[in-house]
């Protein structure tokens, strides 16, 4: 059994035959290329040249690092940097797996609550804790990974794109939810539908046909909207959804932005520049044209559709 | 035992009958969806007259031969959101043709389909801008100092607007569903815009999609709009002429241009948030709107079960306006059941040509001084005591009226009992 948890403890033993196995495959393989035969020099380029010295440079590179990797304390080092990713892999596995059962958990207690979820014609306090469990694990658990800080020459871009998913993500979350609130006065008038039919059976006096039920439940139906619609939770939804699929649009035109600047096309933000100019000027040659008593009636014969 | 299975016999007969009708109806459907349908709408003949940007203004034929032709032409502004077709959507629906029957000389703007490029037009570009071209177009035309106004809905409202700041050139105004009261929490729009981020929605869409607006309407009334009308449709698909109609009214429902971006916001801003245009704090142009000015006649119509536009946000304008002569309607039916309903289409539209003639005096001809220097608005003058009217129009002459007086006109109105039509149920519901 490894000692300390190391699954790899004889690395080193392994590491090292390896290295120096590759070290001699790289010192043989520069050794066959004849660097400067005549025959060679007579039917190179000047470019084919520069490849084969830029060639012989990197396999004395790969030669110099395969010697030094052979070292032990350097193999150790590279061995203990081989180890670490599956230890990142497994983080990010589990981060994503805790996230499953978390949202799991919640379907299961949502299960439970079936029917139970609110009261006829009362749409206050509405149970949508399933889709706040959802956006609130998206953005505990997963959220982190597009929030990394991007590095480099392409750091705008990337953070750009990944602001992009993240905001479609939420998007996503908060529509859920807000159909799934759309969706409970149908949940609702099926419930009350039926308790009246019950009602009504023991009464002996069921609908005739089928167009009277369908008219007694859709009057049950509109009944809920119009609770729903009045009900702060609902137009809080609306607001989130809105605002959200607003937030999604302008990350998405920015993202894209950035890919129509590589392409030979006109941009939105170059056309808005346009515009605003554009209407600038035609508001100042208007106010002439009125000083002028010109007509702004660009019709000089009445035609027919 | 037997409770529950006669019921369930019943049931199961019912639902064989049921089948069978339905599978008759399929067969004669295919027929007819298969065939030559005419759902054209808008299809009274017109003429362009007037043409700036995307703007465009459609002169109709009226019917010369008629008794006393009115002298001023009429002219009506819709809505930024649909389409002024719904005035003339059908040749037996058309409010178009009712007034070209009653010897109105009809001019209607179509607001185009707004472009990105229209992304920062305001409401003054459409009512200092547009709407003023379009009227010293037609005062010149005319050879008249003052021409009628009609205003439907958000057009009303631009209406209102643009007489408050250009009274010397309105003759009559009249305003249909027309909101300009907006601290109401009757319609759920009312609700639902007082706390939207407009800002933001501007800056994400530029101008307002029609769609997404059109998806909001559609959630007004889901149950009616998105459910009903459409099994009012399966059960009704047999019908040639059902069919016709309705496709004409899908058609026009969901023919909805974007709104300008600086327009929209503006208007939620303005009007919905702040409520500024009935308290008299709106400014145009660097001008205040104010409703004092309106010293012209004003008939002022809105439906008791509209839910866009709620009798709260129309019937305060009455109050507020500077005219002697105000006469508030009040149509027991929806938003655009005014318009499309055949029970309202003989009293709404032949009560305007009515109104209108009785206030149809001789014309003073447009002076050349006029026309190049229109009077400035005269000061708001203090509002003397003025005789309005108030007259609520119902299906059911036996139904409680919510309006404090009754005129001859309300008992006049005809009435019709029965089953309401799929088309007038839809009205209703929006």
Redesign the interface.
Known sequence: MAQDGNPFPNKESILLPWLQTLGEMWLNLAKAVPPNSDTALKTQTVIQNRFTEQLQTNLNLMKSLSLMMSQPESASAAANSVNALPEILLKMAKSGFDAAIQIQNHMIEKAGRIGKRTEAYNFDNLDQEIFRALTDVYEKELRQYLKIPPLGLTRFYQERFNAMLDKHNLFETTLAEFLSILYLPMEKSFKIFQEKLNQMAEEGSLPKDTKESYAMWLKILEGHYMSLFKSKDYTDALHRTLGNLEDFIIARDQALNDILQFLPVVTHKDLDDLYREFYDLKKRVKALEKQMEVSPNTLKTATRP | MN??KI?LD??LE??AQ?AEKAQQRVSKASDVLLGELNYELAST????????DRVRVK?YFRNENVENPLKAPLLVVYALINRETMLDLQPDRSVVKTFLDGGIDLYMVDWGYPK??D???TID?HVN?YMN?IVD?LRQKHNIRKINLMGICMGGTFCVMYSALHPEKIKNLITTVTPTNFDTDKG?LH??MK???VD??V????NIPGDLMNFGFL??????LM??KY?GFIENMDNKDFVENFVRMERWIFDSPDVPGETFRQFVEDCYQKNLLIQNKMFLGGRRVDLRNLTMPLLNFFGEYDHLVPPPACDRLSAAVGSKDVEDVCLETGHIGIYVSSRFQRLFAPKIVRWLKERDAQETPLTKLQR?NPPAASPPKKKPAAKRKRVAISKNPKAPRKSPTKTKSAKKSPVRKGKLTLIEKIAQAI
């Open positions: 409770s529950t019921p019943l049931i019912r639902l049921d003949p017109y003429e362009i007259v007037y043409s700036e002169h990105r490029k992304r920062f037009q570009d801008g071209n177009f759920l609700v639902w706390d939207i981020d933001r929605m800056r994400t869409f530029g959630l007004l009334n889901p149950a009616r459910i009903d099994v190049s």
